[in-house]
């Protein structure tokens, strides 16, 4: 096992509970600096403080996992997915089969996502340390769950900082078929967890499609990057006379199509619309009592923010323009990057050069299958706020 030492002063955010460790906070490492394995961790007096994961190529060098004395091993793993799967079984609804059950550092698992999807699982393993525990991982989740397969879609920015290939397949059981059925909230979605964005649904917007159902009522309601049109299928579900969902993949609006007609809505109360967002706000002439706009991440790192914060500014400004007086903008940023209060203070000028008169009404974010510790407040990405336009 590796032996970290850190700098002097460099141990307080661990002591208080903070689970990463930057490579600049090291003063020795004790063994092979370029293996991936678990690590303890000494402040600058050599006292034991906590161990993790090392990862000899990234930036963040440790993510911590226990601040006890306990082995990393299989019973580490089982107990840790036991107590988060505990907490999500014993609070969502009856109707709903899809959700998170590891949510990385929010259940102290940090470089790990598992979503579940009825009878399949979903894992990311985002870390070169969490990536060797792979196996017993998936020997923890088929002792704790009754499923038929587990699929990996482990890929992207996070994996290549750490200097590990994308993996991609079946883990443990059936191949997942092309399309999954789901239930959240009593709708019917169909999904794809091979090549659909995230895990294959944007499972973090559940209570946020709830909220708006209960105010659409007669409605018309404007969903840009509607993806597979799960808010524009709550819309329907809570009234809203008229629905236009916008996206600029095909594939998108071909299964949101598929969506609406699960849930006995008819097309014709639906617009489907193939066209990027930024291009349709500045150029459409029409006005909408509910716009709902849900972007990719535009900040995928902290270089980006700075043009990130024109990209929301720009879709809010245009957005807040096509609200009709009394109406709402449910606006959000899943960039982690992104600070809520900057994300508050590029709405606010977006409002004032959009001649609008703002309040905001709720703050929205995370559903309860998503934890965030409190510890490491950087998991919070995902940022909204209903707005509503006096004049």
């Avoid at 270089?303 to 929301?312: E, M």
Wanted: proline share 4%; net charge neutral; aromatic share 10%.
């Amino acid at each position: 096992m590796l032996r970290i030492i850190l700098k002097k002063g460099r141990e307080v955010p661990v002591l208080r509970g903070h689970p990463w460790i930057f490579s600049g906070a090291l003063e020795e490492i004790d063994g092979n600096a370029d293996a991936v394995g678990v690590a303890d961790v000494f402040d600058w007096e050599k006292h034991w403080i906590a161990r993790g994961l090392f990862s000899p190529k990234s930036q963040i060098r440790l993510r911590l996992l226990t601040w006890q004395k306990e082995e990393i091993d299989g019973d580490f793993f089982f107990r840790r997915i036991s107590r988060s799967l505990s907490i999500r079984e014993s609070i969502l609804s009856k109707v709903t089969n899809a959700y998170r059950i590891v949510n990385g550092e929010g259940d102290f698992l940090p470089g790990l996502i598992v979503d579940r999807y009825d009878e399949f699982l979903v894992c990311q393993f985002f870390t070169a340390g969490m990536d060797r525990f792979k196996p017993l991982i998936v020997d923890s989740l088929s002792s704790l769950l009754a499923v038929k397969g587990i699929f990996e879609r482990s890929e992207g920015r996070v994996r290549d900082e750490e200097g590990i290939e994308p993996s991609v397949g079946v883990l443990a059981g059936e191949p997942p078929p092309e399309l999954i059925a789901i239930e959240e909230n009593g709708f019917k979605f169909v999904i794809d967890l091979r090549r659909g964005q995230k895990t294959g649904f944007f499972l973090d917007q559940r209570d946020n499609r709830a909220f708006l159902s209960a105010i659409a009522r007669d409605k018309k309601v404007l969903n840009c990057f509607s993806y597979s049109g799960a808010f524009s299928v709550y819309a329907l579900g809570g009234g809203a006379k008229e629905v236009v969902s916008l996206d600029s993949s095909r594939p998108a609006l071909e299964l949101a199509e598929r969506n609406l007609a699960l849930n006995g809505f008819e097309v014709s109360g639906s617009e489907l619309l193939k066209g990027d967002a930024f291009t349709y706000l500045k150029e459409c002439d029409s006005a909408f009592d509910i716009i709902v706009l849900d972007p990719p991440s535009l900040a995928r790192k902290r270089s980006d923010v700075d043009g990130a914060a024109g990209g929301y500014k720009f879709l809010n400004l245009h957005a807040l323009r096509h609200v009709r007086p009394g109406g709402l903008l449910l606006t959000f940023s899943c960039s982690q990057h992104l600070s809520i209060d900057l994300f508050q203070k590029v709405v606010f000028g977006a409002a004032v050069d959009a001649g609008r008169k703002v309040t905001i009404l709720k703050r929205l974010g995370h559903p309860i299958d998503h934890p965030v510790s409190l510890h490491h407040p950087e998991g919070e990405y995902l940022k909204g706020l209903v707005l509503r336009v006096l004049d």
